[in-house]
């Protein structure tokens, strides 16, 4: 399409009436182009589009000749916008518009469910589901899924005599000036896992942490300067608790969850032992204690 | 005439003395009156928990199992100064363990005031002894109230167990 006299007053009008910026203007034009390339086919305006590339090869100097191919600018001008747009489209949103993205997103969603009803189901009643023992018909099949909490890591591990942890332990609460009861015996592979100290000015604390990959055993240990601040040691308040002797001394042992939980004091020191292993092996622990 | 007025003057102002004595005795004793809520504490200078079981006593089982132990105890240092003694102690090694809201309160205008609230934990132990001391305003009932806290997380859903405790109160004056 040539520019005729009509297309040249026009210019002229708008250049000498708006008193514009050549360069505004040519910005004003192109931001036009890219907005009705931007709607939807139905709704472009085409005319204006072709109108306004005309306009811009007038005021940029150029001439829009019938070898001008407006369609072919058109059509160039619509896929640089498109790309233009999808790069600025947020990430996410372009990943979402992947093929393989729902039945990924379904699986991921299933096995947080699983993870989720297992927790709860753990938190509720203290029981994992993957516990479970499966039954199939008339021949019991039956898979156990996890290991009990009570065994220990190899499973056959049996508490004996642990003199060299013992040793170390005696060794570590010397450095302190402290000699509370300590257990001679423990499962063989069973580590210091974490030992603390602290002064207070009531107090001395001694925290022991030992174990393997699967069990463990806590000791807290108060050492009072003023043993008239060692409270006694009372029977829990219910009955669902064993009494020990520790050369001479009350225990009292009772079941939390996984964990056995046991006090007691030599008047020197005010002990809370817990324990993850089974009862048997737990008492045998305890009865162990000796300075 | 003399003598008699003399002994007159006398026993006015020696009555005056006592009648001025009083009631600064009366205030050192907590002019505030006595608590009308919590436990006195037997020892004046050692005021223990009333929930405290790492002694024994109320340790009782219960489904979460995340704390084993708690104790809170209050002791009268030189001055007036109070010490606060507190344990928390794991079933196991918690991502999270401590005090929430320990609260130091003074017994003031028929209630119990916190002097100061403040929290403390321990990221990743199986246990958590604090200790902390300060010096208080004298004549006035003091004790220790606080929340123990046991955290442990577990995919996104964190497991956690409290167990509120208080100290029985003591003066200091």
Redesign the interface.
């Known amino acids: 399409m040539r520019c005729d006299n009509e297309d040249i007053r026009i210019i002229k009008k708008i250049l000498s009436e708006e008193k514009l910026d050549g360069k505004e203007k040519i910005n004003e034009l192109r931001a036009q182009i890219y907005a009705e390339l931007h709607k939807p086919d139905d709704e472009m305006d085409c005319d204006l589009i072709d109108e306004n590339i005309r306009t811009l090869f007038l005021l940029e100097g150029g001439e829009y000749d019938d070898h001008v191919d407006a369609e072919a600018g058109l059509k160039k001008a619509r896929k640089m916008a498109e790309e233009r747009a999808k790069a600025a489209q947020p990430k996410l949103k372009r990943v979402m518009q992947n093929r393989f993205m729902k039945p990924v997103l379904a699986a991921c969603l299933t096995l947080v469910f699983l993870f989720s009803a297992n927790a709860i189901v753990a938190h509720a009643t203290g029981n994992s589901l993957l516990d479970s023992v499966v039954k199939f018909g008339r021949n019991y099949i039956s898979f156990d899924f996890t290991q009990s909490n009570g065994r220990t890591a190899s499973g056959q591990e049996t508490v004996s005599e642990n003199d060299a942890l013992y040793q170390e332990l005696v060794k570590k609460c010397k450095e302190f000036d402290l000699s509370p009861l300590l257990p001679k015996s423990l499962p063989q592979d069973f580590k210091i896992l974490n030992f603390g100290q602290q002064n207070f000015k009531i107090k001395k604390n001694l925290s022991i942490d030992l174990g393997n990959n699967s069990d463990l055993i806590t000791i807290n240990v108060d050492y009072y300067y003023d043993r008239n601040n060692i409270s006694i040691v009372k029977a829990p308040e219910t009955s669902d608790y064993d009494k020990l002797d520790i050369h001479g001394i009350d225990v009292y042992l009772m079941k939390k969850s996984d964990t056995y939980v046991s006090v007691f004091n030599d008047g020197n020191y005010v002990y809370n032992v817990n324990s993850s292993l089974p009862y048997d092996e737990t008492e045998k622990v305890l009865k162990s204690f000796d300075y | 005439m003399l003598k008699k007025m003399s002994a007159l003057f006398l026993s006015l102002l020696l009555a005056f003395s006592v009648l001025s004595v009083s009631p600064a005795y009366a205030a050192s004793k907590g002019s505030e009156g006595t608590p009308t809520s919590g436990v006195r504490s037997a020892d004046p200078n ?1 005021a ?1 928990g009333q929930y ?15 704390i ?2 708690i104790g809170l ?1 209050l ?1 009268r ?1 030189s001055g007036n100064t109070l ?1 606060l ?1 507190g ?1 928390t ?5 918690l991502n999270k363990i401590g005090f929430q809201d320990i609260s130091l309160q003074r017994w003031q205008n028929g209630q119990w005031t916190n002097v100061k609230v403040w929290s403390t934990y321990k990221n990743d ?3 958590y ?1 604090y ?1 902390y ?1 300060t010096t208080v305003t004298p004549g006035y009932d003091y004790r220790f109230v606080a929340t123990h806290y046991g955290e442990l997380d ?4 964190p ?1 956690i167990e409290t167990h509120y405790n208080e100290t029985s109160y003591l003066h200091v004056g």
Not at chain 2, 52 to 66: C, E, I, K, Q
Not at chain 2, 89 to 93: D, I, P, R, Y
Not at chain 2, 154 to 157: E, G, N, R, T
Request: net charge negative; charged share 5%; aromatic share 8%.
């Open positions: 050692h223990v405290n079981t790492v002694n024994g006593g109320g340790m009782s089982p219960n489904a979460t199992g995340l084993a132990t105890d002791y240092g010490i003694d344990t102690n794991g079933t196991q090694v132990s199986s246990s002894s200790e001391s577990w995919l996104f859903i497991s």
